[in-house]
Every structure is written in structure tokens, then in C-alpha cells.
T-cell receptor
Framework: AQSVTQPDIHITVSEGASLELRCNYS??????LFWYVQSPGQGLQLLLK??????LVQGIKGFEAEFKRSQSSFNLRKPSVHWSDAAEYFC????????????FGPGTRLSVLP | NAGVTQTPKFQVLKTGQSMTLQCAQD?????MYWYRQDPGMGLRLIYY???????DKGEVPNGYNVSRLNKREFSLRLESAAPSQTSVYFC?????????????FGPGTRLTVL
């Protein structure tokens, strides 16, 4: 079965600084990888996804993520953080077939200092 | 499109009471899901419905029942609520993209059981 770890429970960055959120997965076959963002009191919004092809994927709100098979990682990055990016971020891995095989990481909470 | 909608947004129950959480999607998705979100544990799958007329247990089904009323609607029922069911509940629906599904989430229902 697949699993996902997000090593950082909470990260604080200053507005305008760069951001990298880490995600490591465990899965024996080709993974399908996702990043979701959850603003306070809201549902989860899909930021980006990786299925195959180019290992650097672009998402909404200026986010990007890079799939590194050798490191079993799918880290999320943003060059310049805005105060509105403060939220919780979830990495997820799908194992093909149906969505019941989705596994979410525990989440990383991002705080942004003015 | 409204996407995935959930009612109610908030609910307080006493131990032993029953209630039904409603979910509807207008994206013509075949598959739908119920998750619960607890601090530090990410999202855990309660039940899912791969298609209209079918339902299956997820990771944490005990204490819950579901009904896939039609293609649009998927409800979650707590027959006898317990304090351990205090959580935030998310409904999702998914669309097949390539070899896997991408899930889209509703805004959530915050449930407190006293």
C-alpha cells in the first residue's frame, strides 16, 4: 500500500520569501501525485497534479512541484509567498484505478509573516 | 457549476442522536467519497461509491452508513453519534483522468458530538 509523509508540521515564512514544502511517498509502481491547499474553514482545493511526463508541473496560484523518482519526493515550491498563501497543504498519492486508493499526508501548516 | 456542496455546514449533536450529512455534485462525476479530517491525521476515507448503485467501506467505516441516492447525491448517516465522531467531514467526487481519478472536495461539515 502507498503512504505519504510530510516532514514539516508547521512552517513560517516571511511574505515575499520563497517556499518549499516537502512530500515523500512510498509506492511500488508509478505514483499519481497531488497537492491540495486548505484555507481556514474551507474545503480542499487542487493545486496541481503529476501523472506522467515532465517532472516539473505548474499549478494554480503560482505554485509548482517537482517529481523526483530517485528521492521518492514531490516537493511544492513557490518563488514569492503572499499573505493569502497561509493555509494547510496536503500532499496525496493515488494508486491508479479508483479514487479509493488515495492516501493523504498529514499536512503542513504554512504561516506567513508580514 | 456549484461543484460539490454539503449541508449542513455546522452541527452539534448529543451522544446517541442520529443525523444525515448531505452531499451533492453537479459535475457528472461517477465516483463520490466521504472523508473525516482530524488534527494531525490528514484525511481518512470513511466510505466511497465508485458508481451509482454501489458503495464500499474505506479505512474508518465503523459507526457510519451511506446511501448513493443517485448519480448526484451521496449521503452519510450517523445512527448513534459518539464523541469520537467529532470531526470535520468532507465529501468529494472524482473524474477519471488517464489511469487515475482526480478528486474535488466540498466545503465540509463541522460536527461536534457532546
Amino acid at each position: 500500500a502507498q503512504s505519504v509523509t510530510q516532514p514539516d508540521i508547521h512552517i513560517t515564512v516571511s511574505e515575499g520569501a520563497s517556499l518549499e514544502l516537502r512530500c515523500n511517498y512510498s509506492y511500488g509502481a508509478t505514483p499519481y501525485l497531488f497537492w491540495y491547499v486548505q484555507s481556514p474553514g474551507q474545503g480542499l482545493q487542487l493545486l496541481l497534479k503529476y501523472f506522467s511526463g515532465d517532472t516539473l508541473v505548474q499549478g494554480i496560484k503560482g505554485f509548482e512541484a517537482e517529481f523526483k523518482r530517485s528521492q521518492s519526493s514531490f516537493n511544492l515550491r513557490k518563488p514569492s509567498v503572499h499573505w493569502s498563501d497561509a493555509a494547510e497543504y496536503f500532499c496525496a498519492v493515488g494508486a491508479g484505478n479508483y479514487g479509493q486508493n488515495f492516501v493523504f499526508g498529514p499536512g503542513t501548516r504554512l504561516s506567513v509573516l508580514p | 457549476n456549484a461543484g460539490v456542496t454539503q449541508t449542513p455546514k455546522f452541527q452539534v449533536l448529543k451522544t446517541g442522536q442520529s443525523m444525515t450529512l448531505q452531499c451533492a455534485q453537479d459535475m457528472n462525476h461517477n465516483s463520490m467519497y466521504w472523508y473525516r479530517q482530524d488534527p494531525g491525521m490528514g484525511l481518512r476515507l470513511i466510505y466511497y461509491s465508485a458508481s451509482e448503485g454501489t458503495t464500499d467501506k474505506g479505512e474508518v467505516p465503523n459507526g457510519y452508513n451511506v446511501s448513493r441516492l443517485n448519480k448526484r447525491e451521496f449521503s452519510l448517516r450517523l445512527e448513534s453519534a459518539a464523541p469520537s465522531q467529532t470531526s470535520v467531514y468532507f465529501c468529494a467526487s472524482s473524474v477519471r483522468e488517464g489511469s487515475t481519478d482526480t478528486q474535488y472536495f466540498g466545503p465540509g461539515t463541522r460536527l461536534t458530538v457532546l
